[in-house]
């Protein structure tokens, strides 16, 4: 019988995360076009709104169902928008060890949103799932993730080299694909003692550990 996660949102003082829906189509493919989210992830571009409804309607169910991992969009508790995605993939269920993926929304940056998201998401993992180790990999350039595993309290293992293909635009516009290296991050159950706390007296957010 496959693990598989269950069918649940979390909740923060200030965002949802939940399973995707067919009105967050547009909001998506809106999303998984902006300039940042291609040049650093492997999302097809340009992404159709035909790509949202596959990744809506069968590929991110897929994830969970399969046992490899959940997707969450990520939504203002208040306004209800989308303002991003976390992953958890490549999920093992023996070794109880997953992988984080995060993208933020272009009207969303600068928030703290995806420190949050991500914390809530590991909070759950270890404490709800009694998962042993969440790992983050970000491209050697891509500083504003690396900020973010690092104020959730990840550890950096290591450089993996030439290991991954981000893209950058030439100078006729168009985008080309660009090797580079990949850093290791891992985030264990007691790394994070004391890290929401420490985020919310630096006027980050407030932690609401509610799970719904």
């Not at 690092?150 to 090797?179: F, H, M, P, Y």
Request: charged share 25%; with cysteine; glycine share 6%.
């Amino acid at each position: 019988m496959t693990s598989t996660f269950p069918d649940i949102s979390i909740s923060t003082e200030r965002l949802v995360l939940r399973p995707f829906e067919e009105p967050d189509l547009d909001a998506l493919a809106e999303m998984m076009n902006d300039e940042l989210v291609v040049a650093w992830s492997t999302v097809p571009h340009p992404y159709t709104k035909d790509h949202a409804r596959a990744w809506i309607t069968e590929l991110a169910p897929a994830e969970r169902v399969e046992g490899r991992g959940i997707v969450f969009a990520v939504t203002e508790f208040l306004t209800q928008r989308i303002v991003g995605i976390v992953h958890l993939q490549h999920t093992d269920w023996r070794i109880r060890s997953s992988e984080l993926a995060y993208v933020v929304a272009p009207w969303a940056r600068g928030e703290g949103y995806a420190t949050e998201a991500a914390l809530a998401a590991a909070q759950w993992l270890f404490q709800d799932q009694k998962f042993e180790r969440l790992e983050l990999r970000t491209a050697a350039d891509n500083t504003a993730s690396q900020q973010v595993a690092q104020k959730i309290g990840c550890i950096s293992e290591g450089v993996l080299r030439n290991a991954w293909i981000v893209r950058a635009r030439g100078g006729d516009g168009a985008w080309t694909d660009v090797r580079t290296d990949i850093i290791v991050w891992s985030l264990l159950p007691e790394d994070l003692a004391g890290i929401g706390e420490q985020l919310a007296e630096s006027g980050g957010f407030t932690l609401y550990t509610d799970w719904n």
